[in-house]
């Protein structure tokens, strides 16, 4: 096998030179994971010399400091430049796109962009796993030499041969080890890029997708795109490498078979077949119930978040109990197919353990019977090292299908969702800003479902010209935010046109709040000019609310604005759009979370004062503000029914002057309301100046720490508690004892069995027959209680599963409202979705 270390050194000294014409560097093994020369660090794996490579010392200097103090972000080194998220999100993009223009097929499309952007690492590991199988089939060779050379006389017994059997057994063991270690990291290290392309572009999608592709795929199921079925794509190069070489490792060891007992290894075809044959229905079986239970695991997300989402509505109207049995009775039903998924792979690791007990009986049972090789110490040995090569494909065979249907479900998943429709690119024409028209809709017709072809706004004709401010009004469903959204491109487009020209800011009707502090919100990612965002907290009426809050502008605020007013969130978003400088600003309502002063306030020192030279286009009820705009569009179920300014549709006497009327009625019998209680605020209005403190009660007694902290981290191991609660959660003691024992007799049995076959085979005091007799009902014993124990590890760690999800639901619905306005939601999701995965790959015994 010396060829074969040869071979492995020249792939890796030719990767380290193309790193080094490709100007890499290649630093000797003992330069620092973190590079001294101005503060800059280099990727370790890059900078390893050939042999750090090879025997990844490059680790070494991080295990040091990892041993002698707690690794923190800042002790690792950065990573290669292909390894970055980025950089492998922008192959798989090229390549996707370039793919979805040649083709229409979208069968397997995720797998063909992955393979074809990651051809040369597959080949790579390929070829480490091919040199690992070869290796590892030629052990029970190496022993049948070792043995034939001790039964030789002492006479008959060469030292060289001897040395070079040392040698040989040297040399195969370090490419077998090499081999595979090189395997086992570069499969992860391919599948930590497949992980991060497809993260990255799901989110990117998620971003772009069409509004009826957000109604088809919700927030808890792209969650688990990302956390779940991105996660098992990860893991796929490690499982397709170990797909096709356990079958070649198994026709191997069939081989290695028929070359030690000849004729005597023909009946063992017959055990192989048939387990290859009951694979086909065991494969279809867990694949289906894999895709039920991945239906069920995106059903009980969906309710999930959408209970995080509104926890302080469940709280105020004490539904807790409720919801918390609807979230109960989905995650039964995930877990029951999780359950009957479990079940089936004990039944197959069962009959995978009782398979080369099988073979290895037939193969002595049919040596014996056509006496084709004597049944010495050589012999049954060699069969013995072969069947541990057999059993490992046996073993793992199943497991490979399980990973295979879990990747094919999560392909498929994964694949629908790219190639759903996304927004019209020629949706809106952009154009630079100029001062000609900076909005333009000509005949548009937009549908929200153009599907169904139902159009939502029909011939709309829209012009508005450089510092315009125009005003949109109408009844409850006209259409007024569907109008701003087919201007931002929002809806698609099924005839007409749309033109903008410059930058537009966007203001929703439902104020969107980002967790983070007040200054953060209003900047966006943008440099501060201090100017210039005085002068929007100013003209937003913001600049009282920062002498109030504890922190100013650097109080946090909580998940989604839980701990703001809906004007403080509405006031903040609005003061976003006026520091992003934009050229047209589409206004959705932005006053009706706010009263009656601060919406006049706002209206005159924001939408016509701040933005007196920007285009304005202003959805509104405050029929008040409308004399003082220069257009009025009246709409009605879907259509601009009436336009012109507030003088021209008063002269009409139609739609628009029953919509004034009606204002109008409502704000009198409004404004004789607040003037009966305006003794009781007049009473009531010294004290609250007399208590001066009591006054502030609000702001005063705030936190002086910030909302929401860093997640905490557990250091060191999990210690043996961890493990003690995991039993006792479940009341599992019986269960846990029960596996315990069955893995000892398990063991006990295979190494009795082995310990029988050696110091019989030999022997005149029993029969062939007698011998492999007992071995075979000693070891088909041993195969039964492996079974047992995985059927009861099955059930504890279901049983478990159950018992740690309620747990950790009912300390959720038991926390109170500061918890949920202090953690973010996003934080909870990620950690019930991890503990949920663990519980998953840990219910049963491996």
Known sequence: MSWAVGFLLLLSAIRVCRSLAAGDGGGAE?????????????????????????????????????????LGLGDIPPLDADDAAAEACRKFLGEWHRRRGESHKTSNLVLRVLAECHKKELLLTALYTLLRTLSFAASPVMLYCFVSYSDRQEKERDLGTGAALVA????????????????????????????????????????????????????????????VDAYRLGEFPYWLHLGWSMPVQLVLAIALLFWIVGAGALPALAPVAICGVLNVP???????????????????????????????????????????????????????????????????????????????????AGTAAVQSAPLDAGVVFTVLATMRVVSEPMRMLPEVMSVMIQVKVSLDRIGKFLTEDEFQDDAVDRAPASDRSCLDVHHGVFSWEPSKGTAT??????????????????????????????????????????????????????????????????????PMRSSEYERALKCCALDKDMENFPHGDLTEIGQRGLNMSGGQ?????????????????????????????????????????????????????????????????????????????????????????????????????????????????????????????????????????????????????????????????????????LIVLTQCVFVALQYLATYWLAATIQSRRFSVRIVVGVYAVMTTASCLFAYVRSLVAAHFGLKASREFFSGFMDSVFKAPMLFFDSTPTGRIMTRLRRICASWTSTSRLR
Not at 49 to 68: A, I, K, N, V
Not at 282 to 309: G, K, P
Not at 719 to 725: A, C, S
Request: hydrophobic share 40%; net charge neutral.
């Open 30 to 70: 003992s330069e620092p994971l973190l590079a001294a020369g101005g503060g800059e660090r280099r990727a370790a794996f890059g900078e390893a010399g050939f042999f750090s490579r090879l025997t990844f010392t490059w680790m070494d200097s991080l295990l040091r400091l990892g041993y002698s103090k707690p």
């Open 168 to 227: 040989g057994l040297l040399a195969m063991k370090l490419v077998e080890s090499l081999s595979q270690r090189h395997w086992f990291f570069g499969s992860r290290r391919l599948g930590m890029r497949m992980r991060s392309a497809l993260m990255a572009a799901v989110f990117e999608k998620q971003l772009r997708l069409s509004s009826e592709g957000r109604g088809r795929h919700s927030s808890g199921e792209i969650a688990n795109y990302i956390a």
């Open 282 to 364: 065991f494969a279809r079986m867990l694949q289906q119930y894999q895709s039920r239970f991945m239906q069920a695991q995106d059903e009980r997300q969906r309710a999930t978040a959408e209970v995080l989402h509104s926890m302080k509505i469940v709280k105020l109207q004490s539904w807790e109990d409720k919801f918390r049995a609807t979230v109960q009775r989905l995650r039964d039903a995930e877990v029951r197919w999780l359950g009957e998924t479990q079940l089936k792979k004990a039944y197959g690791s069962a009959l995978y353990w009782v398979s080369p007990t099988v073979i290895s009986a037939v193969v002595l």
């Open 457 to 526: 706004l029909k011939d709309i004709n829209i012009t508005a010209t450089h510092g315009q401010k125009i005003a949109v009004c109408g009844p409850v469903g006209a259409g007024k935010s569907s109008l701003l959204c087919a201007t931002l491109g929002e809806i698609p487009r099924m005839s007409g046109s749309v033109a903008v020209s410059g930058s537009v800011a966007y203001v929703s009707q439902t104020s969107w709040i980002q967790s983070g502090t007040v200054r953060d919100n209003i900047l966006f990612g943008r």
């Open 569 to 737: 969130k509405q006031r903040i978003q609005l003061a976003r759009a006026v520091y992003s400088d934009a050229d047209v600003y589409l206004l959705d309502d932005p006053f009706s979370a706010v009263d009656a002063h601060t919406a006049a306030t706002l209206f005159n020192d924001c939408v016509m004062a701040a933005l007196e030279d920007k285009t304005v286009i202003l959805v509104t009820h405050q029929v008040e503000f409308l004399s003082k705009v220069d257009r009025i569009l009246v709409m009605e179920k879907g259509e601009i029914t009436q336009e012109g300014t507030y003088e021209e549709l008063l002269q009409f006497g139609t739609a628009f002057e029953q919509l004034v009327n009606a204002h109008q009625d409502s704000k009198t019998t409004l404004d004789s309301n607040v003037s009966n209680e305006g003794a009781m605020v007049q009473y009531q209005q010294p004290r609250l100046q007399q208590q001066g403190s009591d006054a502030e009660i609000s702001t005063g007694n705030l936190p002086s720490v910030q909302l929401t902290q860093e997640e905490e981290r557990e250091l060191g191991g999990a210690g043996l508690k961890t493990y003690k609660d995991y039993v006792s959660v479940s009341r599992g003691w019986f269960l846990l004892v």
